[in-house]
């Protein structure tokens, strides 16, 4: 796979800024309390990795704890948990001031997740947003952006299907 053409300055992402190790570490070690099976070890972790994120003091840094966070809680379906950290990660991507594609893949995350939770018109209105960063980074012919398409063309679905079950049950 080739890698997308150079961008203006605005939408390239900036570097990675590199998470102190042992907050990475703690990370690590949540991820391996996931693999087994220990979920309340593996919250613990997450949470003492997201106290020491926010001491950072770095959007940047909170931003990829809280993504990590929610992508273990939602594995470890703790939908409530993973929403938090979600909205969390958006929240501290655009205190940065980012464009990125980390705030798109970040945006799509946080729409999946509302879709799960039959929460279809609020996550159409970030998976909407996370389509204008896709489209903007890898092209709007993209395979990568038609995938957040297709989510959202499922989502506007799922949302017509919830206001109609709505009005059936007034």
């Known amino acids: ?54 001491q950072e003091d770095d959007p940047g840094v909170c931003a990829q704890i809280a993504h990590a966070a929610s992508d273990l809680f939602a594995r470890a379906e703790m939908p409530n948990k993973a929403l938090q950290m979600a909205t969390a990660a958006v929240s501290y991507k655009r205190q940065e001031g980012s464009t990125d594609i980390f705030l798109g893949n970040y945006l799509g995350f946080l729409a999946k997740l509302l879709g799960r939770l039959e929460r279809a018109e609020e996550a159409l209105v970030y998976g909407k947003q996370a389509v204008v960063i896709f489209a903007n980074y890898f092209g709007p012919e993209h395979y990568e952006t038609n995938l ?19 009005s059936t049950n007034e």
Do not use: N, Y
């Open 1 to 54: 796979m080739h890698a997308p053409p150079p961008l203006p300055c605005p939408l390239r992402p900036r570097s990675v800024r590199s998470i102190p190790a042992h907050i990475s570490a703690l990370r690590s070690e949540a991820g391996a309390a996931f693999r087994a099976d220990d979920h309340e070890q593996m919250t613990a972790l997450l949470e003492q990795a997201w106290a020491h994120a926010l």
């Open 148 to 166: 957040v398409i297709g989510m959202c063309v499922h989502l506007e679905r799922q949302a017509k299907k919830e206001r109609t079950e709505d």
